[in-house]
């Protein structure tokens, strides 16, 4: 079956927050998605919005998305593309739905002058880590990411007064 990449518009965002509950629950996070379709629609489609989606079509039904944003290496002095999320329906996997997601990235980099693409994985998601390698992205194990969120994030934040 054909499938269709666009950009995704406010009359997704119904779709978009059903693939990312989806996303969660197959990260065994389902309890960590707290936005709504409001948030969203604010967050992706305002017009100082700072995150895109583009999401894949097979039959005239949302499948798959990607939700990415422009980052910046100072080593560089160039814009980076950063995937935030990918996925795609478990019965669409296998089809290319995936690999076209990631080349319409990957085209949308080179044309916007980046000097890299990237994203993170989970450590225990073998199949998406094979997928991505067989596609000849490289892991950056010398590199520990890092997060600050909820409590720790307000208290690192109090000290800016």
């Given at each position: 079956m054909t499938v269709t990449l666009r950009q995704?518009?406010?009359e997704d965002v119904g779709d978009l927050l059903r693939l990312i509950r989806d996303l969660a629950r197959y990260e065994?996070?389902?309890?960590?998605?707290t936005t709504d379709e409001a948030q969203l629609a604010a967050t992706l489609f305002s017009d100082?919005?700072?995150a895109h989606a583009m999401v894949a079509e097979q039959g005239g039904?949302?499948?798959g998305l990607a939700i990415y944003f422009f980052n910046y290496s100072t080593w560089q002095g160039r814009n980076g593309l950063y995937?935030?999320?990918?996925?795609?329906?478990p019965q669409a996997r296998g089809a290319g739905v995936g690999k076209a997601l990631l080349a319409k990235l990957a085209a949308l980099a080179v044309d916007s002058d980046?000097?890299?693409f990237e994203w993170s994985v989970l450590d225990w998601n073998t199949?998406?880590?094979?997928f991505y390698q067989s596609l000849g992205a490289q892991p950056q194990a010398?590199?520990?990411?890092?997060?600050?969120?909820?409590e720790a994030l307000k208290a690192l934040a109090s000290i800016a007064g």
């Open positions: 995704a518009g406010r065994q996070a389902e309890e960590q998605v100082d919005a700072t039904r949302i499948v995937l935030e999320d990918l996925f795609v329906e980046c000097g890299r199949p998406a880590m094979e010398e590199w520990v990411r890092y997060r600050l969120d909820g």
